[in-house]
């Protein structure tokens, strides 16, 4: 008499259905290790774009610092302010020069070194510093560096939502600077639109 087999199965040693039972666990355990081993894209790369936008807000701060209060500037045998019975507070908006017995410095980079006081009262800074000889009011030195410090200040004045047709100048001078040579200061500004001069002096006392 013949025995019935059932389907998909067979006596010993022969597959039987119970068989597929494991290979569909593991499909199913392959399926979460995946998901859980799986990556989001967005955490795969840089995100340039917030990136730009704090490096832009640094830029602005780092900017600004070119604009600090003045207020305290050391003396030294090098640089006096003159006297004044100004009590209004200073200027903290603008590109510092400032102008000693021996240098002229914009920010805190040097940019020429002065000849003794006798020729700057006749020719200022002298004829190898000038566009066209020495009865030239324009510093050529001071010029290339204003120019900028001019760009510069200009990001500035437009992050902040300023006039940025012109710059202003705070002018640090010693009290014993010959009148010529400020007016090439003064001059030299001006050719870089800096239309705005602040002279930083020390508060003294007064009668009035």
Do not use: C, W
């Amino acid at each position: 008499m013949s025995q019935a087999v059932p389907p998909g199965g067979g006596g010993p040693g022969q597959p039987g259905a119970r068989h597929g039972a494991p290979v569909v666990k593991y499909k199913a355990e392959l399926r979460r290790s995946i998901r859980r081993n799986r990556v989001e894209p967005e955490i795969n790369f840089l995100n340039i774009v917030a990136m730009l936008d704090i490096m832009t807000i640094i830029l602005v701060f780092l900017l600004k610092s070119l604009g600090e209060s003045s207020t305290s500037i050391p003396q030294s045998d090098d640089l006096q302010l003159p006297l004044s019975v100004l009590r209004t507070a200073p200027s903290d908006e603008g590109v510092v020069v400032t102008v000693s017995k021996s240098q002229i410095l914009v920010g805190e980079d040097k940019v020429l070194t002065l000849p003794n006081r006798e020729s700057m009262t006749q020719t200022g800074v002298g004829a190898r510093n000038k566009r066209s000889g020495p009865n030239d009011l324009y510093i050529v030195p001071l010029g290339n560096s204003l120019q900028a410090a001019r760009k510069t200040d200009k990001l500035v004045r437009q992050a902040k939502g300023m006039d940025a047709g012109s710059s202003e100048a705070i002018i640090i001078a010693d009290q014993t600077t010959p009148y010529r040579l400020l007016i090439e200061v003064l001059f030299t500004l001006g050719q870089n639109e800096f239309g705005k001069y602040h002279l930083m002096v020390m508060q003294g006392s007064g009668s009035g």
